[in-house]
């Protein structure tokens, strides 16, 4: 069973709970792209088979989110989950709100926060951070595409629209906007709309995968090997290398001559994608092969 599956994880799951649920139903080697705190709902791609090998070679890793900021406090954890360290001060308007997020599209850096899966020595700082063991971390570059204000909740919260790349802390928006409207705030609510090619749309629930699994149709909710890769030139090998390309072989550059110099494409023998691969040197070596050496 090889593939990926668009999984909505319920808040509540871990992204690491979500994963052991269907390993157990498939009896495979099973990943995940992108955490999502435990807290945290939405779209979380899940990697079943020899998609596991594919996750390096995924070109589109940007976000799509919808998150509640509150300003009721800041919290150690930056969300709603955490203790208060610094308690509510004002509820900023909706004009002002808009005026401070313009500081906050495009490259900006971010500080990871203590709270999270990042690791020191093997260690997830969040496991150092529960022993009471605060690590200083770097800050670092991270790119918001879109950030719109969306909605008033009622009383201290407003909703956010971000669309950003891998790697930002939504989490540590909410803190960051907080900090720099002098309003201490955290984040109460997140939904991630959006991974790359996977949408909310098309996601299914935990209870679906569990039913598909019972009843032995889990396979058909799994999107095919290249359905996050279509952005990738495609190499449709003639017959007479279909051996070589599953075997992993270096194959003629001459094959793709419009391919340029180190860029990655989708390789496939008798229409089944064998794996992905660049040019170099005057070859096309394959940075990832699927096909286990098949004849």
């Not at 709970?17 to 498939?26: D, E």
């Not at 955490?35 to 995924?58: F, Q």
């Not at 906007?177 to 749309?201: C, E, K, S």
Request: net charge neutral; with cysteine; aromatic share 6%.
């Amino acid at each position: 069973m090889n593939g990926f599956l668009n999984l909505l994880k319920p808040p509540g799951m871990s992204s690491g709970a979500a994963v052991a649920v269907v390993k157990r139903l498939t009896g495979e080697r099973v990943g995940h792209a992108g955490t999502l705190d435990p807290e945290a709902a939405g779209v979380l791609p899940i990697m079943v088979g020899r998609a596991t090998r594919l996750l390096d070679c995924i070109p589109d890793k940007s976000k799509s989110y919808v998150a509640e900021i509150a300003f009721a406090g800041a919290t150690d954890t930056q969300d709603a989950q955490g203790t208060l360290i610094e308690p509510p001060v004002r509820v900023p308007g909706r004009e002002e709100i808009e005026r401070a997020l313009a500081a906050f599209r495009g490259v900006i850096i971010q500080r990871p926060p203590a709270y999270s899966a990042l690791k020191k020595d093997g260690v997830p700082l969040y496991a150092l951070a529960r022993k009471g063991q605060l690590v200083e971390t770097q800050g670092r570059e991270t790119v918001i595409r879109c950030l719109t204000l969306g909605e008033s909740t009622g009383g201290d919260g407003y909703m956010l629209h971000v669309d950003c790349g891998s790697g930002t802390y939504i989490r540590t928006l909410c803190h960051d906007i907080g900090q720099a409207l002098g309003a201490p705030a955290h984040m109460r609510f997140l939904l991630r709309t959006r991974h790359g090619a996977f949408d909310v749309q098309s996601a299914c629930t935990i209870e679906e995968v569990m039913a598909a699994g019972q009843a032995g149709t889990l396979q058909s909710l799994l999107l095919p090997l290249d359905f996050p890769l279509q952005a990738l030139p495609a190499l449709m090998l003639p017959e007479a290398y279909w051996k070589l390309g599953r075997n992993g072989g270096k194959l003629p550059a001459a094959l793709m001559p419009a391919l340029a110099e180190n860029a990655p494409c989708r390789v496939y023998a008798d229409g089944a994608l064998v794996g992905v691969a660049r040019k170099s040197e005057g070859v096309i070596r394959f940075d990832v092969g699927l096909a286990g050496g098949e004849a």
